[in-house]
Nanobody, 125 residues
Framework: QVQLEESGGGLVQPGGSLRLSCAAS????????MGWFRQAPGKEREFVSA????????YYAEFVKGRFTISRDNAKKTMSLQMSSLTPEDTAVYYC??????????????????WGQGTQVTVSS
């Protein structure tokens, strides 16, 4: 079991930056791969970014490449998402998730085993 808690959401102007954090507690093996997803009103939850245990491999959705950076600190059991050049289209609830070890990198929400409660990110002037 692992518990995940996001923080860092808020209101930011277009073009601005925000850093989300996810704190994990419990079984670290259950956080082998960690990821960020987001869900806007009326839309499906979608993949944003993921990072493997060693942090050697990171994955991004096309719409955030070059703008978002994922990182993790296993010693502190934390994961972060640095977001820049934000647009109103980035407005959503952002969720932290973790996955048990799998044969292939987990980038679909069905492949994640544990979820945080989410943190709201609103990009608006």
């Amino acid at each position: 079991q692992v518990q995940l808690e996001e923080s860092g959401g808020g209101l930011v102007q277009p073009g601005g930056s925000l850093r989300l954090s996810c704190a994990a507690s419990g079984d670290t093996l259950a956080s082998y791969m960690m990821g960020w997803f987001r869900q806007a009103p009326g839309k499906e939850r979608e993949f944003v970014s993921a990072i493997d245990w060693s942090a050697d491999n990171t994955y991004y959705a096309e719409f955030v490449k070059g703008r978002f950076t994922i990182s993790r600190d296993n010693a502190k059991k934390t994961m972060s998402l640095q977001m820049s050049s934000l647009t109103p289209e980035d407005t959503a609830v952002y969720y932290c998730a973790s996955s048990l070890p799998r044969a292939t990198p987990a980038m679909r929400k069905e492949e994640y085993d544990y979820w945080g409660q989410g943190t709201q990110v609103t990009v608006s002037s």
